[in-house]
């Protein structure tokens, strides 16, 4: 079983709210990744970071933010949620032969 | 243009069917490629990677045609717990280890 740990697994939240979505991973890995997912829909990759303090904008615009402080811990942080960023959020690392994922929290924002 | 593409499925085929899933990327400067298998609300978990030479692991075949930029992945004897949607995966060295996802096949196998 991969090392990668994400927290919430689930999360109702009301609009405005201030959230952060946290991942980690064990592995000592360098690049992580955080994707967006819809039911029944594709994965879009909205952040990623090639190490510590090393942080990107993938190709799905998002309202979030990521930091990297940490090699194991790549939180994600919504400043003010909408219903639009209701959604299954993904965290994964590349462990160089592989990409690991964590278990996803399934946000709702009402 | 999607950097990948897979067959749109769904694909609903009886136990013991062989079934054949393919995907073309766009990027030729694509360097590592999967598929990936996500259950229902689950995360998506490798399958299996794909090699230049084809691989076989069990049940499951997986070739990659660089010149056509076509990936394809053959599942024989299909099993009930086979039922699941399977993800193509590229790997991309734009600017580091970029990864991208097809849509998605949905594979559901009927007794």
């Known amino acids: 079983e991969a090392d990668i740990y994400q927290t919430p697994r689930y999360l109702v939240i009301g609009t405005g709210k201030k959230i952060t979505l946290e991942c980690s991973q064990t592995?000592?890995?360098?690049?992580m990744y955080w994707y967006q997912q819809d039911p029944g829909m594709e994965l879009h990759l909205i952040h990623y970071?090639?190490?510590?303090?090393?942080?990107e904008k993938g190709d799905l615009s998002s309202e979030s933010t990521v930091s990297r402080i940490r090699t194991e811990h790549f939180p994600l942080t919504l400043e003010s949620a909408r219903p639009s960023h209701t959604s299954q959020y993904l965290c994964?690392?590349?462990?160089?032969?592989?990409?690991?994922f964590g278990q996803g929290t399934r946000l709702t924002v009402v | 243009r999607k950097e990948v593409e897979q067959d749109p499925g769904p694909f609903n085929v009886p136990e013991g069917a062989t079934v054949a899933f393919n995907c073309t990327y766009s990027?030729?400067?694509?360097?590592?490629f999967f598929w990936y298998r996500q259950d229902c609300r689950k995360e998506p978990k490798l399958l299996m990677s794909v090699y230049s030479s084809g691989n076989e692991d069990g049940r499951f075949t997986a070739q990659l045609n660089r010149a056509s930029q076509y990936i394809s992945l053959l599942i024989r004897d299909s099993k009930l717990s086979d039922s699941a949607t399977y993800l193509c995966?590229?790997?991309?060295?734009?600017?580091?280890?970029?990864?991208?996802f097809g849509t998605g096949t949905s594979l559901t196998v009927i007794p």
């Open positions: 592995m000592g890995h360098d690049k």
């Open positions: 994964a690392s590349w462990g160089g032969a592989e990409a690991f």
């Open positions: 995966v590229v790997n991309m060295f734009k600017t580091g280890n970029q990864f991208y």
């Open positions: 970071s090639y190490g510590v303090n090393s942080t």
């Open positions: 990027n030729s400067a694509s360097q590592s």
